[in-house]
T-cell receptor, first 114, second 113 residues
Framework: DSGVTQTPKHLITATGQRVTLRCSPR?????VYWYQQSLDQGLQFLIQYYNGEERAKGNILERFSAQQFPDLHSELNLSSLELGDSALYFC?????????????FGPGTRLLVL | AQSVTQLGSHVSVSEGALVLLRCNYS??????LFWYVQYPNQGLQLLLKYTSAATLVKGINGFEAEFKKSETSFHLTKPSAHMSDAAEYFC???????????FGTGTSLTVIP
């Protein structure tokens, strides 16, 4: 158990809909990362937050947005969903978010868009 | 831009045999390098990492990796494979600047009894 929690574990929705994925980092970790894992794209970095502020942005679509709240939990919002958004979404956390830190991954949220 | 290449999407070894999973990186400056393992239906777990200290890095479960700057490689090895090593292995690279994290496409390791 990494100490990172993600809810829900599974999500099934329809095209065009909007969903919110939630992540709670390990106790004491200030930085949160979001990743998308799909068969065709592999593991893609989406976005990173540190203590409530966006720190780095990767291959995140404009239809996707995220935020980190004062209690340090984070939410990833996916809107206007398409079939291709079906994937496993991981959240990870680290203490201060520097490049050499270990990231601790949650178990993921599996999203299926029908 | 930096990236990481894992050669061989599938590797099969016999139980007790040497495990060698290959990773090459491209980076304009020495990066931080990581190996993560993903067991079925689970998140990723750190095996080991290189952060510019010793070039030979020892990790959990008997794995180790050697950073070779001249070859821009960070191959993962284990002297003797165990059935429990069957999993997906990811090499990753990052730097402090930009703080982005790049993963390889992964190598699926099968251990044959």
């Amino acid at each position: 158990d990494s100490g990172v929690t993600q809810t829900p574990k599974h999500l099934i929705t329809a095209t065009g809909q909007r969903v919110t994925l939630r992540c709670s980092p390990r106790s004491g970790d200030l930085s949160v990362y979001w990743y998308q894992q799909s068969l065709d794209q592999g593991l893609q970095f989406l976005i990173q937050y540190y203590n409530g502020e966006e720190r780095a942005k990767g291959n995140i679509l404009e239809r996707f947005s995220a935020q980190q709240f004062p209690d340090l939990h984070s939410e990833l919002n996916l809107s206007s969903l398409e079939l291709g958004d079906s994937a496993l979404y991981f959240c990870a956390s680290s203490v201060t978010g520097t490049g050499k830190e270990t990231q601790y991954f949650g178990p993921g949220t599996r999203l299926l868009v029908l | 831009a930096q990236s990481v290449t894992q050669l061989g999407s599938h590797v099969s070894v016999s139980e007790g045999a040497l495990v060698l999973l290959r990773c090459n990186y491209s980076s304009s400056v020495p990066p931080y390098l990581f190996w993560y393992v993903q067991y079925p239906n689970q998140g990723l777990q750190l095996l080991l990492k290189y952060t510019s200290a010793a070039t030979l890095v020892k990790g959990i479960n008997g794995f180790e990796a050697e950073f070779k700057k001249s070859e821009t490689s960070f191959h993962l090895t284990k002297p003797s494979a165990h059935m429990s090593d069957a999993a997906e292995y990811f090499c990753a690279v990052s730097r402090d600047t930009g703080n982005q994290f790049y993963f390889g496409t992964g190598t699926s390791l099968t251990v044959i009894p």
